[in-house]
T-cell receptor, first 116, second 113 residues
Framework: AQSVTQPDIHITVSEGASLELRCNYS??????LFWYVQSPGQGLQLLLK??????LVQGIKGFEAEFKRSQSSFNLRKPSVHWSDAAEYFC??????????????FGKGTHLIIQP | DAGVIQSPRHEVTEMGQEVTLRCKPI?????LFWYRQTMMRGLELLIY????????DSGMPEDRFSAKMPNASFSTLKIQPSEPRDSAVYFC???????????FGPGTRLTVT
């Protein structure tokens, strides 16, 4: 079965500083990979996705992620964070299934705190 | 587009009672997913449907849980009887193409006392 590890439970970053959130996955082949963000009391919003092609993918809100097959990683980055980026971030993986993707398996999440 | 709609947003019930959570997917989305979020277990897939047919229900915790999708615009998740350990936030998500990511509703916060 596939799994996702987000090693950092909490990360604190100063506003304007760069950000990298780590994600490692376990799956026998190249999975579908996603990053979601959840603000307090809200549902999850899709930031970006990867399933093939260019290993550096761009998402919304200035986020990007890089797929590294050799490291089984899909780290999320942002060059300069804003106070509004404070939220919970989830990495997710989906298996290939019938030409599409299966349901999502999520990591435990990383809580991002922005210092003024 | 109204997004995925879930009701109720909050539900408080007593142990042993039946609970029904409702979801309206985004129009035109053929896939519908139910997830549960708890502090201990994080986000877990419970079940998902394609064209109203359940595809994978391996995440449903036990027989007390059941889900239906009688038509393309409505799904229910029922817990009968409910137990305190069912307390969680339940999310519904939908999509047209599973490879492109899912769109989540705001969730239903269930508290079983």
């Amino acid at each position: 079965a596939q799994s996702v590890t987000q090693p950092d439970i909490h990360i604190t970053v100063s506003e304007g500083a760069s950000l990298e959130l780590r994600c490692n996955y376990s799956y026998g082949a190249t999975p579908y990979l996603f990053w979601y963000v959840q603000s307090p009391g809200q549902g999850l919003q899709l930031l970006l996705k990867y399933f093939s092609g260019d290993t550096l993918v761009q998402g919304i809100k200035g986020f990007e992620a890089e797929f590294k097959r050799s490291q089984s990683s899909f780290n999320l980055r942002k060059p300069s964070v804003h106070w509004s980026d404070a939220a919970e971030y989830f990495c997710a993986v989906a298996r290939h299934s019938g030409g599409g993707a299966d349901g999502l398996t999520f990591g435990k999440g990383t809580h991002l705190i922005i210092q003024p | 587009d109204a997004g995925v709609i879930q009701s109720p947003r909050h539900e408080v019930t007593e142990m042993g009672q039946e609970v029904t959570l409702r979801c309206k997917p985004i129009s035109g989305h053929d896939y519908l997913f139910w997830y549960r979020q708890t502090m201990m277990r994080g986000l877990e897939l419970l079940i998902y449907f394609n064209n109203n047919v359940p595809i994978d229900d391996s995440g449903m915790p036990e027989d007390r849980f059941s889900a239906k999708m009688p038509n393309a615009s409505f799904s229910t998740l029922k817990i009968q009887p409910s137990e305190p350990r069912d307390s969680a936030v339940y999310f519904c998500a939908s999509c047209r193409d599973t490879t492109r990511g899912q769109y989540f509703g705001p969730g239903t916060r269930l508290t079983v006392t």
